[in-house]
């Protein structure tokens, strides 16, 4: 069975350009989450879908970054514009649904240059 | 949420028994507790988790303390496949937030 798949690897982009993450992630499962993690720290939840609802975006910063999951399957987080700061690994992970075993993707590497 | 205390690193040598023990004094009694590991270059992987029992399975055993502010998790043999970050957390089952909340979690070394 496939995992969840995460593209691209990686991506390098000027600051202040755009840049999109899709995420696949295991077939049947209702809960996808995104997740921010900087170099040698534990990752941070960015958002939780429930099927296609965005349930917890409270860590989201709303004013640069979007993120939807249209038909409640595949998923697209969007930073728009990137700035140096957003340099990170971009995880997205999904499970069967609330309080079961999470499954993550190899994750996005940004650079922002 | 409630906050786990773990050590940054630790070693271990190869096809030894590793105890990455983990302090939560302030869980609560619905939280669940959870360990991820995030070998170098990947996504985290599920290890285990439990309650209030101890718990086994392939990868390793969960032992929880009596009060549940500390557990340990054990790799019965280490290997060096086993070099990785291990992150303990707690999961409130309750709050309807169902979201991991990870620390920096403990590098373990393992050395052949």
């Known amino acids: 069975e496939a995992g969840v798949v995460q593209s691209p690897r990686y991506k390098i982009i000027e600051k202040k350009q755009p840049v999109a993450f899709w995420c696949n992630p295991i077939?049947?499962?209702?809960?996808l989450y995104w997740y921010l993690q900087n170099l040698g720290q534990g990752p941070e939840l960015l958002i939780r879908?429930?099927?296609?609802?965005?349930?917890?975006d409270s860590q989201l910063p709303k004013d640069r970054f979007s993120a939807e999951r249209l038909k409640g399957v595949d998923s697209t987080l969007k930073i728009q514009p990137a700035e140096l700061g957003d340099s990170a690994v971009y995880l997205c992970?999904?499970?069967?649904?609330?309080?079961?075993?999470?499954?993550f993707g190899q994750g996005t590497r940004l650079t922002v240059v | 949420d409630a906050k786990t205390t773990q050590p940054n690193s630790m070693e271990s040598n190869e096809e030894e028994p590793v105890h990455l023990p983990c302090n939560h004094s302030?869980?609560?009694?619905?939280?669940?507790i959870h360990w991820y590991r995030q070998l170098p270059s990947q996504g985290p992987e599920y290890v285990i988790h439990?309650?209030?029992s101890n718990v086994n399975n392939r990868m390793a055993s969960l032992a929880i303390a009596e009060d549940r502010k500390s557990s340990t998790l054990i790799l019965h043999r280490a290997t060096l496949r086993d070099a990785a970050v291990y992150y303990c957390?707690?999961?409130?089952?309750?709050?309807?937030?169902?979201?991991?909340?990870f620390g920096t979690g403990t590098r373990l070394k393992v050395l052949a």
């Open positions: 992970a999904s499970s069967e649904g609330r309080g079961t075993e999470a499954f």
């Open positions: 077939s049947g499962h209702n809960t």
């Open positions: 879908y429930e099927n296609e609802e965005a349930v917890d």
């Open positions: 302030t869980i609560s009694g619905t939280d669940y």
């Open positions: 439990g309650l209030t």
């Open positions: 957390i707690l999961r409130d089952s309750t709050s309807g937030t169902y979201k991991y909340i």
